[in-house]
């Protein structure tokens, strides 16, 4: 059959249909506003899956009290930053990827749904609106959020008070479960252990990847107090996991001696830490060395620092440094930095705090969340 003959015969299948009839065939919620994100269109799945009717949505704002969208975090989307429509319309751009947010439906209740948006536009080509199309994701949430609170114990560590050292977290990963992994556990009175690791790719894939870690943490504590030793440890175990598929991703471990501020590290491949200190923020010597599970046999290299009272390591992951800002660059160990010399505003460099990071990030970022998995932990050595 001709390329003619087959668009023939597809226009009296299209014969008498608009665009709110295609639209109302889907089995995907979808909605159409103007500039103002005043809704003009809702369509059938749209009143199925939110309760919702047309005609209680038509001529309102979607941010009208309807979805009140929010990401898996709670942060609000309905504003301008942050929703996913509103970037579509003023960039003129589609999403990308599908996004995974938590919409609002009549009764009040929350249903997780995975959004695609898209400028509309006029024949002359101007952008005159937008359309949101939403796929229900409940059923599939349920075992997402299953494999959420398995994770959540995976990375619980809680570490006993003590006056000479401090430590703050941040872990934040990019879908319901993520890659990254830490711990940090008390080893003897005076000496802590503390594991960073970013395993490859993201979901649950990942997130298995890091249950794992948690396994081989507990079977090895008896090499904690060595770095050398525990990371090669890990690496040969994990390179008879990933034989063949490249290797299975990234890590830095440090042990720290609190009562004489010694840090001892090594990095499998992964990011240096930034030492902050009063006099100024450097990145932390030493070699950085093949990343876990990349070769079968590698002896790991240790660094040691000595610590001054008052004096911080941020240990990272990639999702910290790999962050597109609106300008088109990445903002890079150096815009990590001079991130966190913002934070402090004057007051003692190592004073600054992760969380506030973390929206420091997210406000350099062009899009609406963190592309990557991200962890950050501070040690700050107090006396």
Not at 114 to 128: H, T
Not at 134 to 155: K, N, P, S, Y
Not at 244 to 257: C, H, K, P, Q
Not at 348 to 359: A, G, H, K, M, T
């Amino acid at each position: 059959m001709t390329e003619h003959a087959t668009m023939t015969h597809a226009v009296p299948i299209l014969a008498g249909l608009d665009a709110p009839d295609l639209l109302n065939l889907l089995a995907d919620g979808a909605y159409i506003t103007d500039l103002d994100r005043n809704i003009a269109f809702w369509n059938q799945a749209a009143e199925r899956i939110t309760g919702w009717t047309a005609g209680e949505v038509v001529g309102r704002p979607c941010r009208d009290n309807i979805l009140v969208h929010v990401d898996k975090d709670g942060h609000a989307l309905c504003g301008q930053d942050h929703c996913p429509l509103y970037r579509s319309i003023v960039t003129g751009q589609p999403s990308p990827a599908p996004l995974l947010v938590f919409a609002q439906d009549k009764q009040r209740q929350r249903i997780p749904v995975e959004v695609m948006v898209s400028p509309v536009r006029n024949r002359a080509g101007e952008v005159v609106g937008g359309i949101e199309v939403f796929r229900d994701l409940t059923e599939f949430m349920q075992d997402q959020l299953r494999a959420q609170r398995i994770q959540a114990q995976a990375v619980t560590c809680p570490v006993p008070a003590d006056d000479r050292v401090a430590f703050e977290t941040c872990y934040q990963p990019c879908d319901i479960v993520g890659g990254d992994f830490y711990q940090i556990e008390a080893t003897e009175p005076d000496r802590y252990a503390v594991l960073v690791a970013d395993a490859m790719g993201h979901g649950v894939a990942a997130a298995l990847s890091t249950s794992y870690l948690r396994s081989l943490w507990n079977e090895h504590k008896a090499v904690l107090r060595s770095p050398g030793q525990f990371v090669a440890t890990l690496n040969n175990r994990l390179h008879a996991l990933t034989s063949g598929e490249g290797y299975f991703g990234t890590a830095i471990f440090a042990t720290y001696n609190a009562a004489t501020g010694e840090l001892t590290c090594v990095r499998a491949g992964h990011p240096a830490p930034l030492w902050l200190r009063r006099d100024g923020t450097s990145l932390m010597p030493g070699t950085r060395n093949p990343p876990l599970g990349m070769l079968p046999v590698v002896q790991y290299e240790e660094t040691e620092i000595q610590l001054a009272p008052g004096d911080a390591i941020l240990f990272f992951t990639d999702g910290a440094t790999e962050i597109g800002g609106s300008d088109g660059g990445v903002l890079g160990t150096d815009g990590l930095d001079r991130l966190v010399r913002l934070s402090t505003r004057g007051s003692e460099l190592p004073s600054f705090r992760v969380d506030r990071l973390e929206q420091q990030l997210l406000q350099f970022s062009s899009r609406i969340h963190l592309m990557d998995d991200l962890t950050l932990v501070k040690l700050q050595r107090l006396r």
